[in-house]
């Protein structure tokens, strides 16, 4: 099966022949992949070279001249390094654009922090209008990109090497339901969350979307007031979303994820799965103590 | 896109495109609470008059033409000048002025290109405008479109490192719809030793150097052939 990061550029190079809005800004990373399409459409594949700052502004600048531009490299050199960008060129200046990262939280587990970026769908939440798509499967990551390039506004794709087994609804889905609690998987965790609920009486919801948040289809499955998200970044990101899509009633939330401590250990994406809590012996055991506190 | 109802007192002023560079003064004096960037705005005023006056294909006509030439603000600091520019080349009523800064005004101390007709950027933090002219001007090519692209920096703003990665890149990719004017007061903390027209040159850049006061010769800079390069005027004031 191919890679999520190999079916965006199969799919992106594709479209760059069908859709003459479209326009892609590398700063080197994943360049090789659109190689081809980059003779086809010298214009409109960019690498600018190791530049994030400029990534960022030339997407924003593409966008002022008419485009759709997609931008791309690691979480970390495309969210964290050029924030301020991303505020001004997009945001204050109201433009869209397509992000679409690679690396996620800990897919380069080897390495280490500087490659890692948990806190990408935390700092967007510190910025209005971003519709946020964190794929659990190549499948639905090419869904939810075609669906952003067409869209005209401003779009995060976090795409990963973790991923599920078998391809999901590219939307807010019910995988179960229950009556002791909502669990919300999130993207490429779905898999460890189902192993995880397998013997318990909960309601398990799927989203490869997180922004904006499934707050209709938590409410109208709710069924008891504890929910257990699991989310493949920054643990708790999601726990302000949760609460105010349930403020009208009581509600008891446990927000899973990747510690915000540093795990200065390398190995494996699998040894960092464990390592923060979320395979599915290690999400059992927190939802059960979650659900008899 | 910019939806705005603009009222002020009827016949107060002259008519659209009756003003000249004689007004300016008067017409960015009635801005008054940022006299701490008077310098900064007064040092702009002259470059962006020869620009609108005489080289961008831009007007309030066909200020959302594809085809019109761009002008990117990047000092969006002290942008009285810009304002009194846009004003009397008819952008914006210039009744408009007399409300700069306030609650409900569009015109902020910084410009916010979703109030103000004529404003194509948002700016006030340094160093954001020529990196968006760079992508501006990969658009346009990409498009086929005639547009030029214009930027104006000042020679303090150069001290962000984000224009660089804009400068090395323009000049790697030929961006000959790229054009800046840097406002060179000296206000750079550390100066640029040699000259700031040196590191467009190593980078591949067509530059000029001119008095900042003489419309004639940045007039001349300005209009100056430059293929295959993009284009930088180094205005002293």
Redesign the interface.
């Known amino acids: 099966m191919d890679t999520m990061r190999e079916r965006f550029a199969a799919v992106t190079s594709r479209l760059l022949d069908e859709d003459p809005r479209l ?1 892609v ?1 590398l700063a080197v990373i994943t360049s090789d992949s659109f190689a081809d399409a980059g003779r086809r459409h010298p ?2 594949v ?1 690498d ?2 190791i ?1 994030e ?2 990534l960022i ?11 759709r ?1 997609v931008a791309h490299t690691f979480a970390s050199f495309l969210v964290e390094r050029p924030f ?2 991303i505020k ?2 997009l945001n ?3 433009v869209g654009a397509v992000l679409v990262s690679a690396g996620a939280s800990y897919d380069m587990s080897a390495g280490g922090r500087t490659h890692q970026s948990p806190g990408d769908v935390a700092l967007l939440d510190t910025l209005p209008g971003w519709t946020v798509h964190v794929p659990g499967h190549p499948d639905e990551a090419e869904t939810l990109l075609r669906e952003a390039y067409q869209a005209e506004g401003r779009v995060y794709v976090r795409l990963s090497t973790e991923t599920n087994e078998q391809p999901l609804p590219a939307k807010p889905t019910v995988l179960k339901r229950g009556r002791r609690g909502t669990v919300v998987a999130v993207g490429p965790l779905a898999d460890p969350v189902l192993a995880a609920t397998s013997d318990l009486d909960v309601t398990v919801l799927y989203t490869p979307t997180v922004r904006p948040f499934p707050a209709q289809l938590l409410r109208e499955t709710l069924a008891a007031p504890e929910v257990i998200l699991v989310e493949p970044y920054l643990a708790g990101t999601s726990i302000p979303a949760t609460a105010r899509a349930l403020s009208g009633q009581p509600t008891r939330i446990l927000g899973l994820g990747v510690a915000s401590k540093e795990l200065r250990h390398y190995g494996t994406p699998g040894d960092h799965q464990k390592a923060h809590g979320l395979d599915p012996s290690s999400l059992h055991r927190s939802i059960t103590d979650f659900l008899t506190a | 896109m910019k939806d705005i109802v603009l009222e002020g007192p009827a016949g107060s002023g002259k008519a659209h495109g009756e003003y000249g560079y004689d007004d300016l003064r008067a017409l960015m004096s009635r801005q008054t609470g940022d006299e701490k960037h008077d310098r900064a705005a007064t040092s702009t005023l002259d470059a962006l008059w020869v620009l609108y006056d005489k080289v961008l294909r831009v007007s309030p006509a066909t200020a959302e033409d594809d085809e019109r030439d761009r002008f990117y603000l990047s000092k969006g600091h002290g942008p009285m000048a810009y304002y009194a520019v846009l004003a009397a080349k008819g952008f914006f009523p210039a009744d408009v002025l007399d409300g700069f800064g306030g609650f409900d005004s569009i015109l902020g101390r910084h410009p916010d290109r979703t109030l103000v007709p004529g404003v194509e950027i948002s700016s006030g933090s340094l160093g954001h405008g020529l990196p968006l002219a760079v992508g501006t001007a990969l658009g346009l090519r990409a498009r086929r479109l005639p547009s030029r692209v214009w930027v104006l920096v000042g020679d303090g703003e150069l001290d962000e490192g984000s224009n660089h990665e804009a400068i090395t890149y323009a000049g790697r990719a030929r961006l000959d719809n790229l054009h800046v004017v840097v406002i060179d007061n000296a206000s750079a903390m550390h100066g640029w030793p040699g000259g700031i027209e040196r590191r467009f040159a190593f980078e591949g850049w067509s530059t000029a150097r001119v008095n900042g006061r003489d419309h004639a010769a940045l007039t001349e800079a300005f209009t100056m052939a430059h293929p295959e390069q993009p284009h930088v005027v180094v205005a002293e004031v």
């Open positions: 326009a800004v214009d409109r960019i600018l070279g530049r700052q400029l502004s030339t997407a924003g600048g593409l966008a002022l001249a008419g485009l531009p301020e960008q001004l060129d204050h200046l109201d």
